[in-house]
């Protein structure tokens, strides 16, 4: 994996700072950054240094401004090769026509601990209603289905949709598979698509193996405080022999799949890969 931390430095006109000034204090730093201009009000530098970023940000900060900091990381081949779990999402169809029909999803509060809330912390109230028609259009963004129609579809709360092909495919590599129905536009039972959920949820990663450039994270909803430096280990003894586990604490969204499921998934049109998760025998 390859981690980049960046810091971005904003003018701020009500400041008494020579913007030309800052530009030649950045441009110092071009042997050890990569150092860019945005427009004449922002510049940027990113790093694959955590301590040449440190440095940079304290200079910003001897002019006067207020450096932005920020991470991320960069996964490749061989940190998918290695994983136990792969996050995995799939084609976003419609919203208008609405390919999820009647409203089956209803905002939970803000988490009591931490306060966060985002579009996944929702409650199904009713039956999730699909438009299959949509299944066989082109998405939104232009992509075209595989030819039994899309097969791997995100929901607004987060959640996938297979098809049951993919499903029966999947329960011969994956013992333990939790689907659930969902009912078409007449609201009968779905024949093409079933909701994927995970067996188990995963909030925070092993505290013992995990680096955090900071708090861990949130322990009712998993919200990130900070950045993981490095692999997120997530112990054996949560995920057990689970195939399929959610880092939400529904177990509906954020979903990641072991690799024999990312197999059957990986090449399916709109199947996109997120992040990879690690197991550690604790
Ligand atoms: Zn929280
Ligand atoms: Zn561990």
């Known amino acids: 994996m390859r981690r980049t931390w960046s810091v971005a430095v904003a003018r701020d006109d009500r400041l008494d700072v020579d913007w030309r000034h800052v530009g030649q204090v950045m441009g110092s730093w071009a042997d050890r950054a990569e150092i860019s201009p945005v427009g004449e009000v922002m510049w940027l530098a990113h790093t694959g240094s955590v301590e040449v970023a440190d440095a940079l940000a304290d200079a910003v900060t001897a002019l006067g401004l207020t450096p932005l900091r920020s991470s991320r990381t960069d996964f490749e081949d061989q940190d998918y090769a290695t994983a136990d779990f792969i996050g995995v999402t799939g084609a976003d169809l419609s919203l208008d026509p609405p390919f999820v029909l009647g409203e089956p999803f209803r905002d939970d509060p803000p988490c009591p601990e931490c306060g966060h809330h985002d579009a996944f912390d929702v409650t199904q109230v009713r039956p999730v209603r699909i438009d299959e028609s949509l299944l066989d259009a082109p998405a939104p963004d232009g992509g075209h289905p595989g030819p039994n129609g899309w097969e791997v579809v995100n929901l607004p709360d987060g959640g996938l949709l297979l098809s049951t092909r993919l499903i029966s495919a999947l329960r011969e590599v994956a013992e333990g598979l939790v689907v659930e129905d969902l009912l078409d536009a007449h609201g009968e039972t779905s024949a093409r ?86 197991v550690c025998e604790d």
């Open 193 to 278: 698509m079933a909701a994927l959920r995970a067996e188990v949820a995963v909030l925070t990663p092993c505290p013992r193996h995990t680096r955090f450039e900071g708090e861990p994270p949130c322990s009712s909803c998993g919200t990130a405080k900070s950045s993981v430096d490095g692999d997120f280990w997530v112990p054996r003894s949560v995920v057990g022999t689970a195939d399929v586990v959610s880092r939400h604490p529904r177990r509906a969204a954020l979903l990641y799949v072991s690799q024999a499921v990312f197999a059957v998934l990986a090449d399916v049109p709109g199947v996109r890969r997120g992040d990879p998760l690690r």
